[in-house]
């Protein structure tokens, strides 16, 4: 099992920086790998960044360049910094890791965090 709790949301305004963190707890959590997604009411969650447990960074086309994905192991969290914000960034983001075992995927989320751009 896996439990995550993200924080670090907020109100920026555009152009502004703004890092979410990720904590995780769980045995399985070094060998899951993490993510970042979004969603925005009557839309479905999308992917924002992903990490592979081995290090591989997967990125939506929409952030490349302003948001890096980043993981502490020893503090089991996982960072999403965000640089140059735009409105459409606004959205709740939520903390997301996976892994398998025996063939099978177990897959965990966070509560979700609340990020507004907006002057």
């Known amino acids: 099992q896996v439990q995550l709790v993200e924080s670090g949301g907020g109100l920026v305004q555009p152009g502004g920086s703004l890092t979410l963190s990720c904590a995780a707890s769980?045995?399985?959590?070094?060998?899951?790998?993490v993510g970042w997604y979004r969603q925005v009411p009557g839309n479905d969650r999308s992917l924002v960044a992903r990490?592979?447990?081995?290090?591989?960074?997967q990125y939506a086309e929409s952030v490349k360049g302003r948001f890096t994905i980043s993981r502490d192991t020893a503090k089991n969290t996982v960072y999403l910094q965000m640089n140059s914000l735009k409105p459409e960034d606004t959205a709740v983001y939520y903390c997301?890791?996976?892994?398998?075992?025996?063939?099978?995927?177990?897959?965990?989320w966070g509560q979700g965090t609340q990020v507004t751009v907006s002057s």
């Open positions: 997301n890791a996976f892994y398998y075992s025996n063939y099978r995927r177990f897959e965990f």
């Open positions: 769980g045995d399985a959590f070094s060998s899951a790998a």
């Open positions: 990490k592979t447990a081995a290090g591989t960074t």
